[in-house]
């Protein structure tokens, strides 16, 4: 784990695997972000085969390769996307162009797991919607602030079980350190990753739907400024939403890239649970000024209060489920229309949201 910056965090978990040596090949296409290595590091561990990357940028590919050591370098794109025996591409390219390389990766009879956003624009999802339906193939999106932390899945489980009732609200709060001068160009530019609610926002909307298990949302209200970022006048650093779901439950979040240094990790992320007999706090990253553990989860009902410490104990059970959902065309590890509805919720925040003006 990278706790500076959440751009390179890559969390590692216990080996776990669901399938022997050769049973699922995958390759690496696109490393502009950090969020490949937690990609692959979760399909590693669940016995997924790293076998070949492809990036036009040689030191990117060199790191990526000090890291997972022997993997073929292939020389272009379309060396990956021919090799038949490849079943999967992962991808962390530049957010707006995830969405093409998509369709490029489906067309070739591959299955295709991307970085979150997996979109910025409304018809990359719906293009997105009609190829897997067209091919039966998945759209895999890595939603890892829920999928890649211990204690938000502990969270889905303690929901599942019936420990609050039934929820009926969520609060989201998803901080981020900027780190701004370690980013590159397409960081600051909207266009390019999507606007704050769509790219960090997207973690927040995802993880909404999955705790209420709802179908749909609509975005009530959405707004975003800059406050900070006087250099990079398009830029948004800060954004929050409110939503509510088809079955009734409401959610506000709000994102941010104001971390300060002084904090112990890159972000304080938080999601408070509210159900019917009882409630549940998680503080993903950091229990500030008491544990620098991650992992923290605050449970309160009928029984009492409760405090776990949940590092190293739950496990990462996304990324297995998900190879044997593209081996066997089951929905165990997230449903498409669950993939897809929180994608195209986050770009609708996004498009909807007001403009905050702020004095300089």
Not at 173 to 178: D, K, L, Q, V
Request: glycine share 10%; aromatic share 10%.
């Amino acid at each position: 784990m990278n706790k500076n910056n959440g751009m390179n965090d890559a969390p590692k978990g216990n080996v776990n695997k669901v399938v022997e040596k050769g049973e699922f090949l995958f390759a690496a296409i696109g490393l502009d972000h950090g969020h490949i290595y937690g990609m692959c590091n979760g399909l590693i561990e669940a016995g997924g085969e790293l076998v070949s990357v492809y990036d036009p940028d040689p030191e990117k590919v060199k790191r990526f390769c000090e890291t997972f050591s022997g993997v073929s370098i292939a020389s272009s794109e379309q060396e990956v996307l021919k090799n038949e025996e490849i079943s999967l591409v992962a991808s962390a390219n530049i957010p707006s162009e995830r969405g093409t390389l998509g369709l490029k990766v489906l067309d070739h009879g591959k299955h295709y797991f991307t970085a979150k956003p997996a979109f910025t624009k409304i018809e990359q999802v719906e293009q997105a919607k009609q190829k897997t339906e067209e091919t039966g193939l998945k759209w895999g999106i890595y939603y890892s602030e829920r999928l890649h932390v211990e204690s938000a899945v502990f969270a889905g489980q303690l929901i599942e079980e019936g420990a609050i009732g039934k929820v009926v609200q969520v609060i989201g709060t998803g901080p981020h350190r900027a780190n701004a001068n370690n980013r590159p160009d397409w960081f600051f530019d909207p266009e390019r990753f999507g606007g704050i609610l769509c790219d960090i926002g997207s973690h927040q909307i995802e993880q909404f739907l999955h705790y209420t298990n709802a179908k749909d949302a609509q975005v009530l209200h959405s707004k975003v400024g800059n406050y900070t970022f006087k250099d990079h006048p398009e830029f948004q650093d800060f954004g929050d939403a409110t939503l509510v779901a088809d079955n009734g439950a409401t959610f506000y979040f709000r994102v941010d890239w104001l971390t300060p240094d002084g904090l112990g990790t890159w972000g304080d992320g938080r999601v408070l649970i509210l159900g019917t007999e009882g409630y549940i706090e998680v503080r993903k990253y950091i229990d500030i000024a008491r544990s620098s553990s991650p992992d923290n989860l605050y449970l309160v009902n009928h029984e009492g209060e409760k405090h776990f410490e949940l590092s190293g104990k739950v496990g990462f059970p996304f990324f297995g489920a998900f190879i044997l959902d593209c081996l066997n065309g089951t929905e165990n590890a997230m449903t498409q229309e669950h993939a897809f509805r929180a994608a195209t919720l986050c770009i609708e925040a996004q498009e909807q949201a007001i403009q905050i003006e702020i004095e300089r």
